[in-house]
């Protein structure tokens, strides 16, 4: 499980959080970051936040995978609530820690216990009503589709720059850092949008050129 690679988050089981509907979760994580602003206090959001650890426990996620996902959250929670904590007290530093870290470990539970597709599939339904004021859905869950494929793509990346640069004996140069791994990236962005436009994705109809 990687933060990296949220479509390989799914993990399949057969648990009372995977059986639950879809729009049960997605209506519990909405819920639950409208109950987040409601509430105040650090008791509250330290409640909060055990139980979604307890929906974790539940929908049996493996921990050591799940921790490691929700690593960099947790260190920027960390962050946060000690800045809260020197600025506004304890309380508020409490708070503002718990409650980043509920949302990000409950949104973990939704897309560990749901598969990608089901989720575009989803995003499609809810924007078909938006058709009427210019919103294509289809376009929005390619849009989506893409950018889940591009971030582990665009983490490999900058992984084999950084091997790069060290054979080279430059890890420590910004320039041989960030110069190859933009040009990589403009790279795999223009040939990502010529495979879409050789399919005649993306296209409107007044786009498309008139056959005689």
Known sequence: MSWLDPAGL???GTSLV???????RLGGLAA?????????????ALAVLAAVIGLAALARLPWRATLRGVLPALV????????QTW???????VEVGADLLSLVLAATVVTATTRADVLLDAAVRTLR??????VDPEAVS???????????ALATLAGETRDA???????????ALLVPLAVRTVGRARATGEALAARGLGETPADRPVRS
């Open 18 to 24: 995977h059986r639950a509907p879809l729009w049960l």
């Open 76 to 83: 920027t929670a960390v962050l946060v609530a000690a800045y």
């Open 32 to 44: 639950l970051g409208v109950a987040l602003v409601v509430l105040r206090g650090p008791w509250s």
């Open 142 to 152: 390619l849009a989506i589709s893409l950018m889940l494929r591009t971030m582990p």
């Open 129 to 134: 009503p938006l058709r009427r004021v210019g």
């Open 10 to 12: 799914y993990r399949p």
């Open 87 to 93: 600025q506004r007290g304890w309380e508020v530093g």
């Open 165 to 175: 640069a060290r054979a080279r004996g430059l890890e420590r140069s910004p320039r």
